[in-house]
């Protein structure tokens, strides 16, 4: 069965460092999406992403976040300098058609000291 | 905004036994639809079931169903003959008609089925 993967599993990084996390989404999937979770916090949308360009934002995906397909299979999150508080668990979802079932990957766990 | 609430942070039930898991939100939207997402230990989500707003009938899937109450905003889980691979988070989550997709999470009920 189709699976969304993400790697890494876990990326530890220092306060001010960029981080790329990357997603490959199911082959046949349109729509792409970013979560979060904050350790002992509820899940989050950061970034829907649909035809090269992003779709809606949340207010925690500031200037420091940014997406890419930068081909046809990868899908990534990058933050630019990164913060303590970006500490979080991060999800990548797809689903081909919008209101349909959004199929998660395991998840990054990031790690800022 | 919408929020959804989940006011059991954590619940157990014995195995072959059945368990409702309690889901509210706040909307000023008529159309939209309902999911349970299942989260296990192993922390990949998958989804359990999911309900369209404008659909009286309550959706069902084996084990799995719904209690769906649109005026009272209310959307619960029940899990019938619970199993020992039921154990995990349960996320109820929200989304709008048209939003573009975008997933608003309660907080999650643990969910732990004992032997």
């Known amino acids: 069965e189709p699976e969304v993967t993400q790697t890494p599993s876990h990326q530890v990084t220092q306060m001010g460092q960029e981080v790329i996390l990357r997603c490959v989404p199911i082959s046949n999937h349109l729509y792409f999406y970013w979560y979060r979770q904050i350790l002992g916090q509820k899940v989050e949308f950061l970034v829907s992403?649909?035809?090269?360009?992003?779709?809606?934002k949340s207010e925690i995906f500031d200037d420091q976040f940014s997406v890419e397909r930068p081909d046809g299979s990868n899908f990534t999150l990058k933050i630019r300098s990164t913060k303590l508080e970006d500490s979080a668990m991060y999800f990548c979802?797809?689903?081909?058609?919008?209101?349909?079932?959004?199929?998660f990957g395991p998840g990054t766990r990031l790690t800022v000291l | 905004a919408q929020t959804v609430t989940q006011s059991q942070p954590e619940m157990s039930v014995q195995e072959a036994e059945t368990v409702t898991l309690s889901c509210t939100y706040d909307t000023s939207e008529n159309n939209y639809y309902l999911f349970w997402y299942k989260q296990p230990p192993s922390r990949q989500m998958i989804l359990v079931i999911r309900?369209?707003?404008?659909?009286?009938q309550n959706a069902t899937e084996n084990r799995f169903s719904v209690n769906f109450q649109k005026a009272a905003k209310s959307f619960s889980l029940k899990i019938s003959d619970s199993q020992l691979g039921d154990t995990a988070m349960y996320f109820c989550?929200?989304?709008?008609?048209?939003?573009?997709?975008?997933?608003?999470f309660g907080k999650g009920t643990l969910l732990t089925v004992n032997p």
């Open positions: 309900q369209e707003a404008y659909k009286q």
């Open positions: 979802a797809s689903s081909d058609a919008g209101a349909d079932e959004q199929f």
């Open positions: 992403f649909y035809n090269n360009e992003i779709s809606e």
């Open positions: 989550a929200f989304m709008k008609q048209g939003s573009n997709y975008k997933l608003t």
